[in-house]
């Protein structure tokens, strides 16, 4: 059982750059960021990316170590708990993460299939 090191740093490097973009974003006031549509779409787009980068790791991690096979991406995560590998309170907080990134996502295709 190897890991794939190519793909899983390069998946840590978009969730580092994404954490960093978004602490730059953060620094101005919620004011101006309210009143700027680019600011508020990049940043969920900035949240989602790192999020799926995560869900990514986790699916490569199940995979290589033979887990059962998850329904979802919440269930990933849990797996990876159940094996030892997350504790508790990292597993809860990422399947929150999840949730959101799928509420983003939900919202983008809402959009979308109105616009149409």
Known sequence: ???DQKA???RVDIIQQNLMRLEEIR???WGDFQADYLKIEASKHLLQ???EAMIDICAHFVARLRLKIPK???E???ALERAGLL???HADKYVN???IECSLRGLADTAASSIR
């Open 1 to 3: 059982m190897e890991f």
């Open 8 to 10: 899983i740093r390069e």
């Open 27 to 29: 620094q101005a006031p």
């Open 49 to 51: 990316t790192a999020i």
């Open 72 to 74: 979802d991406s919440a």
């Open 76 to 78: 990933l995560i849990r």
């Open 87 to 89: 504790p508790e309170e």
């Open 97 to 99: 993460e999840e949730r």
